[in-house]
Structure formats: structure tokens, C-alpha cells
């Protein structure tokens, strides 16, 4: 009987163990839904880019001003940018999906010298927990002086 008790006991500390492990690997997951507008006036027009996401545990978003949870690489140049996406749920681990837009407001020519450019974007977001989402690219764009 005593063995009995003791296997129960380690199937379900094995089980419950699981379950926590799960609830900390959910990684946010992000699709890219647009960029606009379609040409961009060196250091004039702003780009902005919407993407949606899922979050199974609702962890993406943060209060804290200075950490930044969302990046955008321009792919001409790898220059990054980071911003902050606002906490989106309360602390409770629930799921969360919507859209966010992401405003880039200045993006100039990588070459001087040329008329236009096309430009594209790598977007990713990371949670509280420090987990990156995949990573997507944008369409492309056109920069012009």
C-alpha cells in the first residue's frame, strides 16, 4: 500500500511540474498584417506597421517605461528600433490577441546618392517572462528624398 502511495505521489508531482513548465514556454506569437503608406519622404513621413498577436498567458506589454518589448530592424541597414507596447491584461494568466500598430516617425535613405529605396522591416515583440515571438518581415516599401 505504501509503494502505492508513494508512485501517486511522484505521477502527480511530475504532472503538476508539467503544467508549470507549460504555463512558462508560452512564447507570443505575431503575424504581419500591413505597412503604409506605400512610398515614404526621407525623414518626413512616418511608417507604420500593424501586426497582430497572440499571447496564450497575456504576459506581452509592460508598465515599466524604459523597458522596451517591441523591435523593428530595417533590413538595409540592421539599424534597430524599440519601443514599448503598454501591458495589455492584468497580471492573471489569461490569452490575449489583437493588433498593434507600430509607428516608425522618420526613416531616411541608406544611400545619399539614390533617387528612391525599397525598404523592409524585421518586427518582433518579446513578454514579461523575456520570451521573443518569431520574427516577421514586412512587405516593402519605397523611400524617396
Keep these: ?3 502505492i502511495g508513494i508512485i ?19 512564447e507570443p506569437s505575431i503575424e504581419f498584417k500591413s505597412i503604409s503608406p506605400g512610398t515614404i519622404k526621407e525623414y518626413k513621413d512616418s511608417v507604420v506597421i500593424t501586426i497582430s498577436y497572440l499571447d ?10 524604459e523597458i522596451p518589448n517591441a523591435f523593428v530592424k530595417d533590413l538595409r541597414n540592421n539599424l534597430l528600433y524599440s519601443f514599448r507596447i503598454r501591458q495589455l491584461a492584468p497580471e ?12 516608425i516617425p522618420q526613416v531616411g535613405l541608406v544611400n545619399s546618392n539614390a533617387s528612391s529605396e525599397t525598404a ?4 518582433y515583440v ?4 523575456g520570451l521573443e515571438s518569431n520574427k516577421i ?6 523611400v524617396i528624398p
Excluded: H, P, W, Y
Excluded at 523592409?120 to 518586427?123: A, G, K, L, P, Y
Design 92 to 103: 492573471a494568466s489569461i490569452a490575449i490577441q489583437g493588433n498593434l500598430s507600430i509607428v
Design 1 to 3: 500500500m505504501r509503494r
Design 126 to 129: 518579446k513578454d514579461r517572462a
Design 56 to 65: 496564450r498567458n497575456g504576459d506581452l506589454g509592460e508598465n515599466e517605461t
Design 8 to 26: 501517486l505521489f511522484l505521477l502527480s508531482t511530475a504532472l503538476m511540474s508539467c503544467k508549470k513548465d507549460e504555463a512558462l514556454t508560452f
Design 137 to 142: 518581415t514586412t512587405s516593402a516599401v519605397s
Design 120 to 123: 523592409t522591416f524585421e518586427v
